[in-house]
């Protein structure tokens, strides 16, 4: 069973940045195109970021030139660099692949954006 395990978000000032990770239990970070997702109060969960196994990248319009998704392959791990935030990037941020998440969802990592 592999796991996924998110870490990084805290609470943060408009404007200010945050780094976030997702380590994979195995390899399955190197071989399939991850994504980032985030899951707002009441609202469904969405596509955040996403990158392939070339180093592709495509992003959400909301986040398009704040954030930045990267990879690891040697620590099976997926970066999010999250700069000028914005209050409504409050939210829970998962990982998980992209474009149909295979994996059991992780407990995700909390950012909270003051304005």
């Known amino acids: 069973q592999v796991r996924l395990a998110e870490s990084g978000g805290g609470l943060v000032q408009a404007g200010g940045s945050l780094r976030l990770s997702c380590v994979t239990s195995?390899?399955?970070?190197?071989?399939?195109?991850m994504g980032w997702y985030r899951q707002a109060p009441g609202a469904q969960r969405e596509m955040v970021a996403v990158?392939?196994?070339?180093?592709?990248?495509v992003y959400d319009e909301s986040v398009k030139g704040r954030f930045t998704i990267s990879r690891d392959n040697a620590k099976h791990t997926v970066y999010l660099q999250m700069n000028s935030l914005k209050s409504e990037d409050t939210a829970v941020y998962y990982c998980?692949?992209?474009?149909?998440?295979?994996?059991?969802w992780g407990q995700g990592t909390q950012v909270t954006v003051s304005s």
């Open positions: 195995e390899s399955i970070s190197n071989l399939y195109t």
């Open positions: 998980n692949t992209f474009p149909h998440p295979k994996l059991d």
């Open positions: 990158i392939n196994g070339g180093g592709g990248t």
